[in-house]
């Protein structure tokens, strides 16, 4: 295991309920991702989860190589930070990440039957919380992509709190990844969050409660899930979005030479806006 700084996920949603906001979590495939987002949380001053699934820990050469990447990005960093596995599906990718030296690993069976979810979202538990590695788990559908799966539906695949409630003592997760409305990826429809839901999930379930999906989601409504309970939101595609777009006009513009910081410079500028301006809705300022 690598020598690292990360505090288990727990501590920083602990912080999070204390205060009553929510953590940002954003997706990072690069160094330049990971320092563009170290550098917004130690500006503002907040707690921050830096987090990636597999198709980024690959990019970036392997689970240890993510580490070492995440440890360079944040190694002088005063702010508290979490290092996150996001949609992990086996047990392998959790083991290796706990090998690794992420402090926080999330694992999405919500795709299999009740029953096989507890048991492998148990397992991971089992393995990870004796290193104090947090364990976020899933339960009820997100729309949009989840892995190689396309959820589609509206209110039927949201999170039952009743259920919530038994899969949270029988699996002894750490937080809660609810399904309450929103979706994956870029939004197709015009989501609406279901608070009510949300606040009969939080009356059963003494957990940190996280908001996947949360890039695209109208901010009054994320300001809202969090005043009723939101701990974790996850934020990728709107990083992406901003960089991607960034990048284009960059290079149309007249008198345009090529350098590293003129071509990259000006996207990483693009995702530390969207990556601030996301960190102050989140901690409610
Ligand atoms: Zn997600």
Same mark, same amino acid.
């Given at each position: ?7 288990p996920m727990e501590?920083v949603?602990?912080i999070?309920e204390d ?5 940002g ?7 330049e991702?990971a $320092?563009a987002i170290?550098?917004? @949380? =130690?500006?503002?001053d *907040?707690? #921050?989860?830096?987090?990636? !699934? /597999? +198709? ?7 689970m240890e ?7 360079m990005?944040?190694k002088?960093?005063?702010?508290p930070?979490?290092?996150?596995l ?5 047990f ?19 795709a299999l039957?009740?029953e ?5 979202? $148990?397992?991971?538990a089992?393995? @990870? =919380?004796?290193f104090? *590695?947090? #364990?976020?788990?899933?339960? !009820? /559908? +997100?729309?949009?992509?989840e892995g ?23 699996t002894?997760v ?9 979706a ?6 015009k989501?609406?969050l279901n ?7 939080k009356e059963k ?9 949360g ?6 409504? #994320?300001?809202?899930a969090?005043?009723?309970g939101?701990r ?11 960089m991607g ?18 071509l ?12 601030r ?9």
């Open positions: 295991m690598i020598k690292t700084n990360f505090v501590e949603l602990k999070a205060r009553g906001i929510a953590i979590a954003f997706e990072f495939w690069s160094y991702v $320092r170290i550098e917004c @949380a =130690q500006e503002l *907040v707690p #921050v989860i830096l987090q990636c !699934g /597999r +198709l980024e820990i690959n990019r970036m050469g392997g190589e993510t580490v070492m990447t995440a440890y990005a944040c002088n960093a005063t702010v930070i979490a290092l996150h996001d949609h992990a599906t086996t392998e990718d959790c083991n290796e990440a706990v090998n690794a030296g992420f402090s926080s690993v999330m694992i999405d069976a919500s039957p009740y096989q979810n507890v048991e492998l979202t $148990r397992k991971v089992r393995r @990870a =919380q004796p104090g *590695v947090t #364990v976020e788990g899933e339960l !009820g /559908r +997100l729309v949009g992509e190689d799966i396309a959820v589609k539906g509206p209110e039927s695949a949201q999170t039952d709190p009743e259920e919530a409630l038994r899969y949270a003592e029988e002894k750490d937080a809660l990844a609810v399904s309450i409305g929103t994956h990826g870029q939004y197709t429809f989501p609406k608070i009510p839901r949300l606040d009969k999930i379930v003494n957990l940190p409660i996280v908001l996947h999906g890039s695209g989601t109208p901010e009054d409504q #994320v300001r809202e969090i005043r009723h939101i974790k939101v996850n934020i990728c595609t709107d990083i992406q979005v901003a777009k960034t990048y284009i006009e960059t290079q149309k513009k007249q008198g345009f030479k090529y350098s590293c910081q003129n990259w410079g000006p996207s990483v500028e693009a995702a530390k806006n969207v990556i301006e996301k960190m102050k809705m989140f901690a409610l300022m």
